[in-house]
């Protein structure tokens, strides 16, 4: 990938990645023993969700169509729901 060849919106993205991947770094380093994964999924639940959430609104605002659709709780089509339960079981 060409970071050089990105549009803005794709910059973005990529340092809300960047800054949601360092949370989990200090968050790793900050973890005591055996307590690491607690530690990464809090950094997720405080940083990550808020990353997913502002690339939605990126999608969302950059199509007016989007916004012109049905309510967000109009649900995801059976397939993309179905596979989700499945990867989720397979965890756990």
Do not use: Y
């Amino acid at each position: 990938m060409n970071l050089s060849e990105l549009s803005d919106r794709e910059r973005l993205a990529a340092e809300q990645a960047v800054l949601t991947l360092r949370a989990l770094d200090r968050a790793a380093d900050a973890a005591p023993e055996g307590r690491g994964l607690a530690f990464l999924e809090a950094a997720i639940a405080d940083e990550g969700f808020e990353h997913l959430r502002n690339l939605l609104s990126l999608a969302v605002n950059a199509r007016d169509e989007a916004q012109k659709k049905g309510s967000a709780s109009g649900g995801v089509p059976a397939v993309n729901r179905r596979s989700s339960r499945r990867a989720s079981r397979a965890t756990c």
